[in-house]
């Protein structure tokens, strides 16, 4: 498997796995599936590859819009159990982009009101309202607050924005769904990933700035002293800024107040996360189902 050479580039071998066990017998499945990782200017994708077990009796891959690779799945015959599992190599790079040569605020909230492009990348689709983010007056209350002098470049500013968010909520698993609304995480100021990211690009919607959704992987790094623990990495969740022309967009991540970087594999991108949801689709059987997931993020070596 060949990965492009660059000096300022990580290499990650990539597992994820889902496994499903049923009550009773599935006689009928169709499931969509989002886990193949993007290629993009940040990252390359040296391989991939999805398995799944029971194999489908029908497989149609393709690109959604947003140009996320998605497979759809059907199952006629009746099965117990379902594994799904994707691996690939990819090469992420490091460096950041230059924050401080971003257009200004204002710039920014003018440029995207202009903007006449309607392809997969134009911040048209990304200023109004979507399925899971009809709008919160508390979120755009809560960064429209915080943003600086409209004439401040707006890539720090945005740093800022995110370091201020990972500093005002607290992450408490359990404590919220994916169906939870943005108004009542700014309530409780608790949440995971998702709620961050849903709540972060609501706001800036509502000032006005472009944001998406991202969806994908995000490396951990054990303890000074302990061994890395395989399948203990996570499915992650950050947002996507549009930042102008020239820079395009820029991840930031308010559950851990960084921007994206070297640590941060993106799998899909959209408008929130009904149009990255990993994993969906429709089964007949009767009963709770039991799920397991593991993900691993294994550094290779360093490029270059």
């Not at 290629?39 to 891959?61: F, G, I, L, Y």
């Not at 996320?68 to 190599?89: C, F």
């Not at 994908?216 to 499915?235: S, V």
């Amino acid at each position: 498997m060949s990965i492009r050479r660059d000096p300022k580039a990580m290499v990650y071998d990539i597992t994820l796995k889902f496994g499903y066990d049923y009550p009773s017998a599935v006689k009928d499945a169709r499931h969509i599936l989002r886990l193949r990782p993007r290629e993009t200017k940040r990252q390359h994708v040296a391989s991939k590859v999805v398995r799944v077990d029971p194999e489908p009796d029908e497989t149609v891959r393709e690109s959604d819009f947003f140009g996320n690779g998605v497979d759809h799945l059907r199952l006629y015959r009746p099965h117990e159990s379902l594994k799904i599992e994707m691996r690939a190599r990819i090469a992420v790079k490091t460096h950041e982009p230059d924050l401080g040569a971003t257009p200004s605020i204002a710039a920014l909230r003018k440029a995207g009101l202009l903007c006449r492009d309607t392809g997969a990348q134009s911040p048209v689709h990304f200023l109004g309202a979507s399925r899971m983010l009809p709008g919160s007056p508390l979120a755009t209350a809560f960064y429209k607050e915080r943003l600086p002098d409209p004439d401040e470049p707006a890539g720090p500013a945005l740093l800022r924005l995110t370091k201020e968010t990972y500093e005002a909520f607290t992450y408490a698993s359990g404590t919220t769904t994916i169906e939870t609304p943005v108004d009542t995480v700014m309530t409780t100021r608790k949440g995971v990933c998702q709620d961050f990211a849903h709540a972060m690009i609501s706001g800036l919607r509502g000032a006005g700035i472009p944001a998406a959704y991202v969806s994908g992987f995000l490396r951990t790094i054990p303890p000074k002293g302990q061994p890395r623990l395989e399948g203990a990495d996570a499915m992650h969740a950050w947002i996507a800024v549009w930042l102008g022309e020239e820079t395009g967009w820029v991840g930031f991540d308010p559950t851990n107040g960084v921007a994206a970087a070297g640590d941060h594999i993106e799998v899909a991108i959209g408008r929130d996360y009904a149009d990255v949801a990993p994993i969906g689709g429709v089964i007949v059987t009767s009963g709770p189902q039991r799920l397991t997931h593991s993900v691993d993020v294994a550094p290779v070596e360093e490029a270059g």
